[in-house]
């Protein structure tokens, strides 16, 4: 399923909370969003700009419709999430 600036605002409030908690974050994130994909990665790792950015996280939005998993800044083309800590 597609996402959409709602789901993506519900999915980074989660993240707000969880990333200052003891809560495992992506299993968490999984568990209460089970039909979008969750990475996790470095910030470091990251050569793109985010989609959105937090105090403590970034968010980048991936699209897994092809062979390969490419970032995209579309949430209509978005199926998933990856999630850095700053």
């Known amino acids: 399923m597609p996402l959409n600036e709602t789901r993506i605002d519900a999915v980074e409030a989660s993240v707000s909370i969880l990333i200052l908690s003891d809560e495992p974050l992506i299993p968490e994130l999984r568990r209460h969003f089970p039909d979008i994909t969750f990475m996790r990665c470095d910030a470091e790792d990251m050569d793109a700009a985010p989609y959105r950015s937090g105090e403590h996280y970034q968010l ?6 092809n062979v ?4 995209t800044d579309q949430p209509e083309l978005a199926d998933g999430i990856i999630v850095t800590k700053k």
């Open 60 to 65: 980048f939005l991936l699209n897994r419709s």
């Open 68 to 71: 390969c998993i490419t970032l």
